[in-house]
Structures are given as C-alpha cells and as structure tokens.
C-alpha cells in the first residue's frame, strides 16, 4: 500500500516562530503537494514539486517555503508563522500529472494552531 | 481555472437512500477522480474515470462523466452512516490538477 506519512499530526507554535512540516512518501513518486484546508475554502495549493529541487507556486504560496532535497521527503516551512495560517495541512504525492490513471495518496494532515 | 465545483455543498439523508453528487468544471481535463475524507483525515481515492469514458462502476459507486458537458456524477447507492464524509471531485488536466470545495454527506440511521 502507499503511505504518505506527515511527520506531525498536530502542532501548536507560537507567532513568529519557524515552523517545519515534513511529508514522506514511500512510492517513488514524482510529484508532491503541500494543500491547506480551511472551511468553505476547500484544498487550496500552496507549493508543488515534480522532481528533487523543483518547486512551483501554487494559489496561496505566500508566507510559505519548500524544500524537496530527496525524492521521497517533501518539506513546507513556515518561515515565520502567523495566526492567518492555523489550518489544516496536507501533503500528497502521485505519479506525473497527465499519466493516464496516477492517483493522488494523501497524508493524515497536520493540524497546526499558531498562536 | 478549471476547478471543480461540487453541488450540492451539503446532503443529508437516511440509510437505504441514494445518494447523489455533482461536479462542474471549466476546461478540457484527462481523467477526473472522486475522493472520500473523513472528518479531520486524509483523503482517500475512491474512483477515476477517463475523459473517454462514460460510466464507471466500484462496489455501490457509480460515476458518469459528461464532457461536453463538463460535468460528472457521483452515486452512492443503499447509503450507510458509515458513508457519512465530504466528497471531493478532482479534475485532472495535463499538467494540474485541482479540487473543488466538496459536498458534505450526511447519513442518518
């Protein structure tokens, strides 16, 4: 089975503080994604990557960073939290976009309250 | 943007009924896929139906894909309360894919 695992499932960080959520999956993908999830909002992309060290902007990339240094790791960062970016994150991985069939595996989330 | 939208945004009814959700969506896609979460879960694969076909079939799940259109269908048949969950349409083009807000289904015993 593929595992999409978050390193946290929830956090509590303090206003300014760096905060670092890490995403590893087990299936060789090439693609990986960073959504958060707010009510009424839906997924919304923050960062994807479709390959080691290549990142694209999503919808709502600003206050966030990525890092994807091995194929299998993918990391968001909040360089500086604030409380605009309580929610609900959730990472995910697939095969090439356009591949006929590539299902995206999700992660559990991680629910980070920044306070 | 060819985001997918779902209607309704919320749906509730009792065990033994079917259940019925839609997804709307903008420009021309590959294949588009319908997942399942549970409150505060991930969201798991339920079914992905190609821009060739028409109707696709899993379990008491059937979905109907509707290019021209732009539109798919998702049925629940003889719901249980177990099925209680937001659904989400993703629409899967060349080089993105995206989601839309999803349907909350409710099943009461």
């Known amino acids: 089975d593929v595992k999409v695992t978050q390193s946290s499932r929830y956090l509590v960080k303090r206003t300014g503080e760096k905060v670092f959520l890490e995403c590893v999956q087990d299936?060789?993908?090439?693609?990986m994604f960073w959504y958060r999830q707010d009510p009424g909002l839906g997924l919304r992309l923050i960062y994807f990557?479709?390959?080691?060290?290549?990142?694209e902007k999503g919808d709502i990339p600003e206050g966030y960073s990525v890092s994807r240094e091995k194929k299998e790791r993918f990391s968001l960062i909040l360089e500086s939290a604030s409380t605009n970016q309580t929610s609900m994150y959730l990472c995910?991985?697939?095969?090439?976009?356009?591949?006929?069939?590539?299902?995206?595996?999700f992660g559990e989330g991680s629910w980070l309250t920044v306070v | 943007s060819q985001q997918g939208e779902e209607d309704p945004q919320a749906l509730s009814i009792q065990e033994g009924e079917n259940a019925t959700m839609n997804c709307s969506y903008k420009?021309?896609?590959?294949?588009l896929q319908w997942y399942r979460q549970n409150s505060g879960r991930g969201l798991v694969h339920l079914i992905l139906?190609?821009?060739?076909?028409r109707e696709k079939h899993s379990g008491r799940l059937r979905v109907t894909l509707d290019t021209s259109k732009k539109s798919s269908s998702l049925l629940i048949t003889a719901s249980r309360a177990a099925d209680t969950a937001s659904y989400f349409c993703?629409?899967?083009?060349?080089?993105?894919?995206?989601f839309g807000k999803g349907t909350m289904l409710l099943v009461s015993p």
């Open positions: 995910a991985s697939s095969f090439r976009i356009g591949r006929s069939g590539n299902t995206i595996y």
């Open positions: 299936m060789d993908h090439e693609n």
């Open positions: 990557s479709y390959d080691v060290k290549m990142k």
């Open positions: 420009t021309s896609i590959n294949n």
């Open positions: 139906i190609r821009s060739n076909e």
């Open positions: 993703a629409t899967v083009g060349y080089s993105t894919l995206t």
